[in-house]
């Protein structure tokens, strides 16, 4: 048997439990809308369950995530640098770094499951919640090992390194629970881990540790935030409508919107552009993810774009800036994240977020520079097509189902007809049919690559999650959120002033942190002083969220930059280049969102929902 034979088996074991997690976090909520209205009640404890699969999900998913490479850092670090000595040094530090972080994360952890044992707790069917709660511990360490056995190339002992960092960890962590240690000497390692290019979950989490130990506190109070947020009843929805967005994206859904949206504005540069701009906006708020965007539209969008007389570069600028966009759009995962987060209904931010999003557009269309022809022989364009009525309704009926998608994830909450979990099952179930049986178009195969790239996506993003709410938790207990809210107020003498250094504040975030990190650690820094200046909250998750879709354009935070730079094969510096003006007209749309709040606030309360 081969040395690696137990480790690719362990692999095929992590992919099969996240994506059967997936898959039952979809079929649960449907059975219970089926069940309800014939016996009145459904599955024991059916929420709780589905709750609970999200912290399968997440613990497992980012044990794929971190094989396939897609942990979250602030970017390559001293791990990229030339000098091969330096460049060794720094990837030990980065990855032996986070697999003793991740030892201590799961001393944390097991201290947390220990301390539920105890209390006998029930999930349903008589599986007690502590049982699932282990997987905590269980995540981390199988993390740590895989992390540092990246430190060495050589097969035989490579495990046996990651096995011995992780303990060190988790002894450590557990010796020193409870007790009082300095935290400058634990920050300069996170610093040191952070620059290397060590996975930002991990110095999240190291970093809420040292705070805890710095205070002489119980550790376990970052893993049970962690918990707290995994189980969050709204929380199952974000990987339930990424993995409809996935489902759209392996298969033909995009040819066929992008022919609907061709026939609608024409062939022509302005209707070209405009179709572009709006299908990279839709695809990104279903994906969840606008690097998915570039990937699934990038190779259909920029040969459009260039025979209707776009040049080739402002082309490829044009769909990396506008797969940005979207975010404010429903079912948008980030916009989901800021309603849990700020304890804001999710319908309402969903009406909130449609106006915004269609300004967003239009800035980006005519700041951007994109409208116009130049330089572009008339030989090259052929013979333009015009938008025609015939040509519209037979796109619309062939992407009929696609159409369709909005309404079943959209009105389905609105309505009331379903939970923010449910509806995305739905629309998750929904997607699935219609690509696999109306289109034919997906298969076993695909579906599975689609559960486990969910699951990795995720995964990676609701650790994150995990630890920066731990980090949160302590700063709302140290009650910096009042500090800041008397420091602003009497540094920034009006609301205008307030509303301009909060999005050139948030521009620099956008820059240097991942967006879901941003939502977990800011929103409730950032929340209480915007209120305190007269700003409604809806209106605030929407100046947030406009903002922040700039750091899909900056490096070193900045994805698209490095999606478009693969999929167009272009130098990352030319793509950087190329978006600075998308940048500025992002930046003016934010403003204009800032300054004229009826346009997040207006839909939701003709509506009766703010």
Known sequence: MSALEPMRRLTAFDEALASTALALMTLIPLVEITLRPLHGKGIDNAPLLVQHLGLVLAMFGAVLAERGGHLTTLGSGLSAARNPGLRTAALCLAKGGAALLAGMLAAASWAFVASEVDAGRELAYGLPVWGVQA??????????????????????????????????????????????????????????????????????GGLALALFWSEGQPIASVPLSHYQITVNPSLPALPLFTLAGLVFARSGAAGRLGRLFTACFGGGTFGTVVAAALLCSFFTAFTGGSGVTILALGGLLLPLLTQAGVPERKGISLVTSASALGVLLAPSVPL?????????????????????????????????????????????MGEVPRANLAATLAAAWAARWEILAPLVAIGSLVSGVATPTESAALTAAYAILTQALAHRELDWATLRRCLADCAQVIGGVMLILGMALGLTNYLVDAGIPDAAVEWVQATLPNKLAFLVALNVFLFLAGALMEIYAAIVVLVP???????????????????????MEMGFLCPPAGMNIFFASAMFARPIREIAVSVLPALLAIFLGALVISWVPQLATALPAWAGLH
Do not use: E, Q, W
Not at 528 to 546: C, E, K, R, T
């Open 135 to 204: 997987l905590m511990p269980t995540g981390f360490l199988i993390l740590g090992v895989k992390l540092g056995s990246r430190c060495t190339p050589r097969l035989r002992v490579r495990h046996l390194v990651g096995a011995a960092l992780t303990t060190a960890g988790f002894l450590f962590a557990h010796h020193f629970d409870g007790g009082s240690l300095p935290l400058a000497p634990l920050v300069v390692f996170l610093l040191a881990v952070l620059l290397a290019g060590g996975p930002i979950f991990a110095v999240l």
């Open 336 to 380: 989901i994240m800021y309603a849990i987060i700020a304890r804001v209904p999710i319908n309402t931010m969903f009406l909130a977020g449609v106006v915004p999003a269609l300004v967003m557009v239009a800035a980006l269309l005519a700041v951007g520079g994109y409208l116009g022809r130049r330089n572009v022989p008339h030989t090259t």
């Open 525 to 547: 820094l950032l929340l209480p002083v915007a209120i305190s200046y007269g700003i409604d909250p809806v209106h605030f998750g929407v100046i947030f969220l406009a903002v």
